[in-house]
Nanobody, 115 residues
């Protein structure tokens, strides 16, 4: 059974930073493109960062230069370092494969950017 467990969210002030983590089990992590997705209230879920098996990265324009995705294939984990956060980054953040698999969505981790 595949499990993707996100952690690291919280409340942060504008301009602050957070680091999200994703722990994967039940899949051959190293064979999958992985990504961080987010869903803000009233909006569709969007892919904000993706990382290939070899570590190449692609970011949505809205987070480029502020977010950094990384992975550790040996530990089946993935991270998202988020800097210079603003209110538009408020959302529930999820990890999943790219393209996403509907059977893999976890609970996500809430990120709230507010003063």
């Amino acid at each position: 059974q595949v499990q993707l467990v996100e952690s690291g969210g919280g409340l942060v002030q504008p301009g602050g930073s957070l680091r999200l983590s994703c722990a994967a089990s039940g899949i051959i992590f190293r064979y999958n493109y992985m990504g961080w997705y987010r869903q803000a209230p009233g909006k569709q879920r969007e892919l904000v960062a993706r990382i290939t098996i070899g570590g190449a990265t692609i970011y949505a324009d809205s987070v480029k230069g502020r977010f950094t995705i990384s992975r550790d294939n040996a530990k089946s984990t993935m991270s998202l370092q988020m800097n210079s956060l603003n209110a538009d980054d408020t959302a529930v953040y999820y990890c999943n494969t790219v393209p996403s698999n509907n059977n893999y969505w976890g609970q996500g981790t809430q990120v709230t950017v507010s003063s």
